[in-house]
């Protein structure tokens, strides 16, 4: 039998396979590392670029079985950033985001098509300004890992999007302010570890 158990163990490292209890892991953003970033053509003179710094939510990756993973964010779309005081009140005022009538803009994953090793699209439906539609995200899995410096268990990923604006209603300034959206997401997630039950922090 301990020969078997051996075998078995032995034969499981040497093909990557995942221990029987493997599943869907729960990731929270490490915001300080996360980015999520868009780019719209200004009046075709340059790829004007903002980004969104208030957001909370929360991913699962299953390592073994990618498509089983998902994605739910909640953005607080005051949060959207110029790096220009008057262009950032534009912005959220009601030509364009309408904060006030529709302060949150959410993403939830509906499905996830694997397309190679380390890639996959992300389908998932998009709310703005109070309309619904579906977006897809190119996403590399950059990582997975413990921090060299710390306990944590990270996942690193890269994603890209596009979309028209006029999807959801947001029509101001076109054609000159451009209708295509242009987005790059940058996220480092901490995996949730369970916590530890009161018999084994006694034997610690």
């Known amino acids: 039998m301990k020969n078997l158990l051996r075998t078995a163990l032995f034969t499981s490292c040497l093909f990557g396979v995942q221990p029987a ?7 929270t953003f490490d915001k300080a590392h996360t980015q999520v970033i868009f780019f719209v053509n200004h009046l075709g003179f340059s790829n004007s670029a903002g980004k969104f710094l208030d957001f909370d939510g929360s991913f699962t990756f299953d390592q073994a079985e990618p498509a089983k993973s998902s ?29 006030e009538k529709f302060p949150e803009m959410t993403f939830n994953s509906t499905a996830i098509e ?8 992300i389908i998932g439906d998009l709310t703005l300004l109070g309309v619904t539609k579906p977006v897809t995200l190119s996403v590399t899995h950059n990582k997975s890992g413990k921090h060299p410096f710390g306990d944590k268990y990270v996942s690193g990923f890269s994603a890209t999007a596009s979309l028209k604006r006029s999807d959801f209603g947001m029509n101001y300034g076109l054609p000159m302010v451009g209708d295509d959206v242009q987005i790059r997401i940058e996220v480092e997630g901490l995996r949730e570890e369970p916590a530890a039950s009161d018999g084994a922090s006694e034997n610690k």
């Open 114 to 121: 694997v397309t190679g090793e380390n890639t996959a699209n």
């Open 71 to 99: 994605v739910k964010v909640t953005f607080k779309v005051a949060g959207l950033d110029m790096d220009d005081e008057k262009w950032d009140e534009h912005l959220k005022g009601t030509d364009f985001f309408n904060v």
């Open 21 to 27: 209890h493997a599943e869907a892991e729960t990731y």
